[in-house]
């Protein structure tokens, strides 16, 4: 299978979307739990080919291995999340509102120079007892796919961003997703809200470990994730 990621999806400038090509892999392989290695910066509108790699997915650029993707279990405590008016009230510190200027602004999921319709503006700020970034996301009709779930490429992307703004509050220090280990539980649906929240989990060396979750209805998770990001 081919495929060419727009410009619409980057992260850090000329490459997609850490969340975003997680989320193309893990449906390329369709299962969940889903471990996916991101190994070098996956390039923008450049056909790429998603090949069978053992008993898991990868994504190359000719002969060169991009990224990874295999089953594996997903070992995480998912906090019970804050309201819906905690998130919103989190969202209002989020860095991108308050400094001259965001790291990635035009990053496809928390980039706030992105417009409605083309970004999708997901803003963790951080709460006011501490321990974590949360904001609230209401997915979109361009998001969902044919039976009317949001696509697991924004799913996982909106798994990303908010991991980063919990470890990296101040954002003075950069930082590239490595690894994420997702699980989507139940499907989610444009129009809902859904609470984003992201927790710091552990720190080795440069290894920073940071857990996500969505939650619907009721405070039900929806979808989580553990990640690794590195301090670049």
């Known amino acids: 299978m081919t495929l060419t990621i727009k410009e619409q999806f980057c992260g850090p400038p000329g490459t997609g979307n850490g969340g975003y090509v997680c989320g193309l892999l893990a449906k390329s392989l369709g299962t969940w739990?889903?471990?996916?290695?991101l190994r070098k910066p996956v390039p923008l509108t450049t056909e790429l080919?998603?090949?069978?790699?053992?008993?898991g997915m990868a994504l190359f650029l000719r002969d060169e291995v991009l990224a990874t993707a295999r089953a594996a279990g997903l070992d995480l405590d998912v906090l019970e999340p804050p309201t819906r008016t905690e998130a919103r009230e989190a969202s209002k510190g989020f860095l991108g509102f308050h400094q001259l200027e965001h790291p990635y602004e035009r990053?496809?999921?928390?980039?706030?120079?992105?417009?409605?319709?083309?970004g999708m503006r997901i803003?963790?700020?951080?709460?006011?007892?501490?321990g974590g970034a949360a904001t609230v996301w209401t997915p979109e009709d361009w998001q969902a796919d044919d039976d009317?779930?949001?696509?697991?490429a924004f799913v996982l992307g909106a798994l990303d961003c908010p991991g980063y703004f919990s470890q990296f509050p101040d954002a003075n220090q950069h930082a590239l997703l490595g690894r994420m280990t997702a699980e989507i539980i139940t499907p989610l649906k444009a129009g809902e809200d859904y609470i984003v929240y992201g927790w710091p989990v552990a720190v080795e060396g440069r290894k920073h470990f940071v857990g996500?979750?969505?939650?619907?209805?009721?405070?039900?998770?929806a979808a989580r994730a553990i990640s690794i990001w590195f301090p670049v």
């Not at 928390?110 to 319709?117: K, L």
């Open 33 to 37: 739990p889903v471990e996916i290695t």
């Open 49 to 55: 080919e998603v090949r069978k790699d053992g008993e």
């Open 107 to 118: 990053c496809f999921v928390c980039g706030p120079a992105r417009e409605a319709g083309d």
């Open 123 to 130: 803003f963790a700020g951080p709460l006011k007892n501490g």
């Open 148 to 152: 009317g779930n949001i696509g697991t």
């Open 212 to 221: 996500t979750a969505l939650y619907g209805a009721g405070g039900v998770c």
